[in-house]
């Protein structure tokens, strides 16, 4: 029989991976919070798109639900897989929400940025609980129903979805995930769950909050000199942060942790050497001039962002483990105040 799947939170990446999963011919249902977003995919489908003709396709197959409606699993078939797709805030709640309907070998997957494992595994049990990495994926919600990726698929040059346990082992279930995600982009299973994402949450770090505290798409992040240099320090701290508790860091796109850490920290070549892979990387997306990441679309949409989860849990495993973070202190207060509509956004906030 088919595993019954739900999306908890059909935003951007949630809606953009039970879209496809649906569109596969799995059994998908979406549920969302939002009506508009799941009134415009009942009227006319989830409309997806990409960087290539071949991208856009309109899904149809989708089950869908308001958070209203969800008492109704009690009369159906339960869930075997369950999708987190909410903002980091909201994990707790949504993960309690779920549980209930799970089946008795189902599980719950956390398709989110930062580290939500262990709250929802305090929550279902860490024999119910595994991580997915969506690496670079890039993607955007931006109309009820409608979901477009900003950046190309990682194909062979890059594996987007990294899908690992808590404990590290490769299990069954992993493989069959790592299945299912291979008809979207590149998947892998992976030991290093910690370790991969705490190296997304570098990089998350370094580019989410910028954009969200200057205005700033990506492109014009790293073209701007000042704003570039705090960017690399944000990524040089989270690094040093990680390493000293311990995780086994992965490439940061193109870029060593090592030679990213050095670069913050003032060495002239490394500084050189992460300069030119970031201006570089930048060239290399067609949409990387309108491209903002998920926390600069939250801002514009009035929404809170994650930055007291990103900057803010970075800052505070930092003080933890007695390593110097003073970018995302700055960061991370700077984002609370425009959040808050004491600044405007602009990269004079960050010397820009």
């Known amino acids: 029989m088919s595993k019954r799947i739900a999306i908890v939170g059909t935003g951007a990446l949630g809606g953009y991976v039970g879209g496809y999963l649906a569109h596969q011919g799995h059994d998908v249902t979406l549920i969302d919070w939002w009506p508009e977003n799941i009134e415009a995919i009942r009227s006319r489908g989830l409309q997806l798109d990409g960087v290539t003709d071949e991208e856009k396709i309109t899904v149809t197959a989708a089950?869908?639900?308001?958070?209203?409606?969800?008492?109704?699993?009690?009369?159906?078939?339960?869930?075997?897989?369950?999708?987190?797709?909410?903002?980091?805030?909201?994990?707790?709640w949504a993960t309690m929400m779920i549980k209930p309907y799970l089946a008795p070998g189902g599980f719950v997957v956390s398709l989110q940025n930062?580290?939500?494992?262990?709250?929802?595994?305090?929550?279902?049990?860490?024999?119910?609980?595994?991580?997915?990495?969506?690496?670079?994926?890039?993607?955007?919600?931006?109309?009820?129903?409608?979901?477009?990726?900003?950046?190309?698929?990682?194909?062979?040059?890059?594996?987007?979805?990294?899908?690992?346990?808590?404990?590290?082992?490769?299990?069954?279930?992993?493989?069959?995930?790592?299945?299912?995600?291979?008809?979207?982009?590149?998947?892998?299973p992976t030991t290093n769950l910690w370790g991969e994402r705490w190296s997304k949450l570098c990089?998350?770090?370094?580019?989410?909050?910028v954009s969200a505290a200057t205005g700033l798409p990506g492109r014009e992040c790293d073209a701007n000199d000042a704003i570039r240099s705090f960017s690399i320090k944000l990524g040089s701290e989270a690094v040093r942060v990680g390493q000293a508790l311990g995780y086994q860091l992965v490439s940061l796109g193109k870029m060593a942790p090592e030679r990213l850490a050095l670069a913050g920290e003032g060495h002239a070549d490394a500084l050189a050497e992460i300069e030119q892979l970031l201006i570089a990387r930048q060239s290399a997306n067609p949409r990387a001039g309108i491209q903002r990441p998920s926390m600069a679309q939250d801002m514009r949409k009035g929404r809170r962002t994650e930055i007291e989860l990103m900057n803010g849990f970075i800052a505070e495993k930092g003080r933890l483990m007695g390593i110097p973070t003073p970018s995302h202190d700055k960061l991370t207060q700077v984002v609370i105040r425009v959040e808050r509509g004491e600044l405007a956004p602009s990269p004079a906030n960050l010397g820009g």
């Open 63 to 92: 089950k869908t639900m308001h958070l209203t409606e969800l008492q109704s699993f009690s009369k159906q078939k339960p869930i075997d897989i369950a999708f987190v797709a909410v903002k980091s805030y909201d994990t707790e």
């Open 114 to 188: 930062c580290l939500n494992e262990e709250k929802i595994a305090a929550i279902v049990g860490h024999g119910k609980t595994v991580g997915v990495i969506a690496s670079s994926i890039s993607v955007e919600l931006y109309e009820p129903g409608r979901i477009r990726r900003m950046a190309a698929k990682g194909g062979k040059d890059h594996t987007v979805f990294r899908v690992g346990e808590m404990h590290g082992v490769i299990t069954p279930r992993v493989e069959e995930l790592v299945g299912m995600l291979a008809s979207i982009d590149s998947s892998k």
């Open 203 to 209: 990089l998350n770090g370094m580019r989410n909050g």
